[in-house]
């Protein structure tokens, strides 16, 4: 038997622009494409929108969605069953009045962009999210100066935007939205001078909420991120504190755990095909920045640093997921280049003999691994086949000769196995 190191591919520029690029939103579609929206631009008052994705896992080039007369920020995107992608951001019209702007691409192409806050009749919009559901319905939450509003498109009509804040004292921003068959989940930030999570939720009932789910009055907590794990269960992460460490909380709300003692920013979530949460950020955004992958394992939290290759100053992470791991981010080539988006995802490379600490193969249906920890197994599609765990120093595999992924459950090593 021979085993093949399971590691990251080398980071990949894909966007390749002369200006920087501001902030970026990605979604895979059910073909395993991936979809990403972005902004850029040198100055505040010249940024403008993009959108770049992958054809059958081959990079296209990016196109310009939006030329602002001003600008723009906070582009979000959501996908529908087709494949195809639906944008919300925020136009900025002039220095302190931004509106939320809407678009979509359909067989036809891409359709004129929708003024949304003029259409509900408001003053102002200041941030914003979408997410679209496995009934093609469109889901938005976006900001006004003190409220949080959300509103669906079904068909052809928008409906009309519901307080999720409920007037609540201070400042109610930086939403984050994720949906599932069980129903339509909210966070975001609500300043009133500390700034705490809050959440809702839409269910057959209605909405619920809102709910403080960080409940640290005396310490900041920011940057929220939500997500369903393989339940359709949401999951949320934040900053917390003025050391800004990686948080993390799930139903019943009653338990926001601090997973590393250890400054990040930009945290995003996802739980992985055993469905353990995962917590991804940079760490520490200052001096020699990192990308961590926090985990939930059977001991604990642990952490694998993302490899990220030459780039400079790797941030704001966000993950896509089919059978495996898709992260983009951004970074620099060099201390003095423009921020671009680059792309990294698990693979595969090198050949070597296993060594008697990892493994040996003692026959085609038995591994021999020391220790006691559960290893998951994949086949080659990486499709999740069972987890094993070594009983009295053996793994019995019971598979046909073939390649095979292996992944420790405690640390995250990961394995290839060439059965021949």
């Not at 067989?107 to 200041?126: A, M």
């Not at 926001?256 to 353990?276: F, G, H, M, S």
């Not at 988006?341 to 003692?362: A, D, M």
């Given at each position: ?11 990949l ?13 990605a ?23 993009y959108?770049?994705r992958?054809i ?5 080039d ?8 001003f ?22 019209i002039?220095?302190y ?45 976006f900001?006004?100066r003190?409220?949080?509003y ?9 409906s009309?935007?519901v307080?999720l ?5 201070g400042?109610?921003?930086?939403p984050s ?21 809050f ?26 991120s939500i ?5 359709g ?19 019943p709300w009653?338990n926001?755990e ?23 950020a ?25 490899p ?13 997921m089919?059978?495996?791991v ?14 671009d ?34 290893w ?25 000769t ?19």
């Amino acid at each position: 038997m021979l085993m093949l190191i399971l590691f990251w591919t080398d980071p990949l520029n894909i966007t390749n622009m002369d200006i920087p690029v501001r902030e970026h939103d990605a979604v895979m579609d059910k073909n395993g494409d991936i979809h990403v929206v972005f902004t850029a631009g040198v100055e505040w008052n010249e940024i403008d929108l993009y959108y770049v994705r992958t054809i059958n896992g081959d990079w296209q080039d990016v196109e310009m969605l939006f030329d602002a007369d001003f600008s723009v920020s906070w582009p979000k995107i959501g996908i529908d069953t087709c494949g195809f992608p639906h944008i919300v951001w925020i136009n900025w019209i002039s220095e302190y009045n931004g509106r939320l702007y809407y678009m979509y691409r359909d067989s036809s192409g891409w359709s004129t962009p929708e003024n949304l806050t003029d259409e509900f009749g408001l003053s102002y919009t200041g941030t914003c999210d979408i997410v679209v559901g496995r009934d093609n319905s469109i889901h938005v939450v976006f900001s006004d100066r003190y409220e949080l509003y959300y509103t669906e498109k079904r068909d052809s009509s928008w409906s009309t935007p519901v307080n999720l804040s409920q007037n609540q004292q201070g400042v109610d921003h930086f939403p984050s939205i994720a949906c599932s068959d069980r129903g339509v989940f909210v966070a975001w930030g609500n300043d009133p001078g500390v700034e705490d999570i809050f959440y809702s939720y839409r269910d057959s009932s209605g909405w619920h909420g809102p709910i403080n789910i960080s409940n640290t009055p005396d310490t900041i907590s920011r940057y929220v991120s939500i997500n369903v794990d393989r339940n359709g269960d949401p999951i949320v992460a934040w900053e917390e504190g003025h050391d800004r460490y990686p948080c993390f909380n799930r139903e019943p709300w009653d338990n926001p755990e601090i997973i590393l003692e250890e400054l990040c920013t930009y945290p995003d979530v996802y739980a992985d095909n055993e469905n353990r949460p995962h917590v991804i950020a940079t760490f520490p955004p200052f001096g020699d920045p990192q990308l961590r992958d926090v985990v939930l394992t059977d001991s604990g939290w642990v952490y694998e640093v993302i490899p990220d290759g030459d780039v400079w100053e790797p941030t704001h992470p966000k993950v896509v997921m089919d059978s495996i791991v898709h992260i983009l981010f951004q970074a620099k080539y060099s201390s003095d280049a423009d921020i671009d988006i680059y792309y990294i995802r698990e693979g595969s490379s090198g050949v070597s003999e296993v060594s008697r600490n990892t493994g040996s193969l003692i026959s085609t249906g038995l591994l021999r691994m020391y220790g006691e920890d559960t290893w998951r197994m994949y086949d080659l599609s990486g499709k999740y086949m069972k987890s094993v765990t070594p009983v009295n120093g053996y793994i019995r595999l019971n598979v046909e000769t073939g390649i095979y992924f292996l992944i420790n459950n405690r640390n995250r090593i990961k394995r290839v196995l060439v059965i021949r």
